[in-house]
């Protein structure tokens, strides 16, 4: 199992959840955060904003499935057909066990 978590623009959360779901991954977590990446913040006129805001999704998928989960996420997050900075990032991490509290089960 692997943990699959996308810091991406709010703007493009629906969108990728909608994709997550019609693909066949339901089961995620959404998260308000505030950050900023590479490009250290952003100046618009004379302000400098360093905290931005972003969503973050939380997955626990199995390891055959991440690579699709990764791809459709990359896909419907990217702003243009370039890209531009504040887009997001992934990072997956493995997941040593998970369990379902209301039925005591082991695993996904």
């Not at 973050?56 to 370039?82: C, H, P, S, W």
């Amino acid at each position: 199992m692997l943990l699959v978590r996308a810091i991406i623009r709010p703007e493009k959360v629906g969108t990728v959840l909608s994709e997550l779901l019609a693909a066949g991954y339901p089961a995620v977590t959404k998260m308000d955060v505030y950050g900023r990446g590479k490009q250290k913040g952003v100046k618009v006129g004379e302000v400098f904003y360093d905290e931005i805001p972003k969503e973050m999704l939380l997955m626990v998928v199995e390891d055959a499935d991440k690579d699709d989960v990764v791809k459709l996420i990359m896909r419907y997050a990217r702003t243009g057909e370039n890209g531009h900075f504040g887009d997001g990032r992934i990072f997956v991490s493995p997941v040593e066990e998970a369990y379902t509290i209301s039925t005591k089960t082991k695993g996904l």
